[in-house]
């Protein structure tokens, strides 16, 4: 992914890509931010991940715990709940199932346009 996504695209998908890190290995927020950039997410903010994080846990589908730090205040760090885990395998399915219908549709042929150049 580029620096410059849409970001209607990413807010559609932020909460998967949250469940997916995080059922790799708990992580604190700035910790999953860093990850995002990692994949190519360069242009998320913690503003947008700090809020997303918030609500999982509002939604049961995070626990946190406190984590003294060395370099300053203690960590929040941020784990799925079994309801987080159940959410994820959905999501996961649900995603890949209008991935595909979208790329069915993308893959088509396109006509001519109309200064006659093939696309």
Known sequence: MTSSHDPQLLKGVLSLLLLR??????????????????????????????PA?????????LATRLVPSPSG?????????????????TATDTWNRHVDGVNAVLRRPLPNDPEGTPT
């Open 21 to 50: 890190l995080l059922a790799e290995r708990e992580s604190y927020g700035y910790e999953v931010v860093q990850r995002l950039h990692e994949t190519g997410f360069v242009d998320v903010l913690e503003g947008t991940v700090y």
């Open 53 to 61: 994080l918030a609500r999982l846990e509002r939604e049961g589908r």
């Open 73 to 89: 205040p203690a960590r929040k760090y941020y784990r799925l709940t079994p309801d987080g885990h159940r959410y994820l395998r």
